[in-house]
């Protein structure tokens, strides 16, 4: 008995130190807002045109991708384009921090070795540099919406508690796969080729209408759901009940397990890093 009340006891302190540590990486906001942007800006340090590189690389794929496919399926680009490009935008933004997380700690182990600074800092920085790559990719969106005269209406303010969830769990999910990549270093490996074979089972490039009788894929595949809550505001839509559901449901499981790998191997990830 007194050993198990011991345990709940560590474990609780642990949970406590973990909170403690988001907090003070939160309240140093102002060195993770400049790091991020310095990570991209640095990136294109000599370019003309700098970061906008990501805008023009992105629209290069979604127009090919688009006029190609728009014939393949027989659809109208002006109806297959709009859609497609949230799609590939959305995506960008969930692959990179999915991918980007297993990174985070081999990357910033040496500072961390040397300055003494809340984990959770890092995991800030690196979910503001990805939410920075979503934003410049995002002016494509605000292009074609232009070219093809949309208005989506007030239903586009869903887009903001949308991606607001989409970021959220990232955050999650990096407090997940951080510290578990920069123990395993395989696991990188095998969540890229994983991921490589979700994006054909997302409907990105193609659409949920063209499998009813597969209903259950869909509801299956978490990334669909967080596309559908950004994509259909932005199309004029408000997205299901089910999206919203599922999203949500998700967000907060995240939230419940990466708080606590995250209270019970944060001390560790220096070691690993």
């Not at 990466?258 to 990830?269: E, G, M, N």
């Amino acid at each position: 008995m007194i050993e198990k009340s011991t345990m709940a006891t560590r474990a609780k302190s642990n949970t406590m130190r973990a909170l403690d540590d988001i907090r003070g990486g939160f309240d140093q906001r102002e060195l993770w807002l400049y790091l991020g942007w310095r990570e991209i800006k640095s990136q294109y340090s000599r370019s003309i045109i700098g970061p906008l590189w990501l805008t023009l690389s992105m629209g290069m794929m979604v127009l090919g991708l688009g006029v190609l496919y728009s014939q393949i399926l027989k659809i109208d680009v002006a109806n297959y384009l709009p859609r497609l490009a949230i799609g590939l935008i959305v995506w960008g933004l969930i692959n990179g921090i999915i991918i980007g997380a297993c990174r985070i700690f081999a990357v910033a182990g040496g500072a961390m070795r040397q300055i003494k600074m809340p984990v959770s800092m890092f995991i800030f920085q690196f979910i503001w540099s990805q939410l920075l790559v979503f934003v410049h990719n995002f002016l494509i969106y605000i292009i074609i919406a232009i070219v093809f005269l949309m208005n989506p209406g007030w239903n586009v303010l869903l887009f903001f508690p949308a991606l607001f969830l989409v970021v959220l769990s990232g955050f999650f999910i990096s407090m997940i796969l951080g510290p578990l990549c920069a123990r395993f270093r395989d696991v990188p490996m095998i969540i890229g080729s994983v991921m490589q074979i979700v994006f054909f089972m997302t409907p990105i490039i193609w659409s949920a209408d063209q499998m009813p009788s597969r209903a259950w894929v869909l509801t299956a595949n978490p990334f669909y759901h967080f596309i559908e809550i950004i994509r259909d505001p932005l199309l004029g839509k408000t997205g299901t009940v089910l999206n919203w559901t599922a999203s949500v449901g998700i967000t907060i499981a995240l939230g419940v397990i990466a708080t606590v790998f995250f209270a019970r191997y944060r001390a560790r990830v220096v070691y690993w890093s």
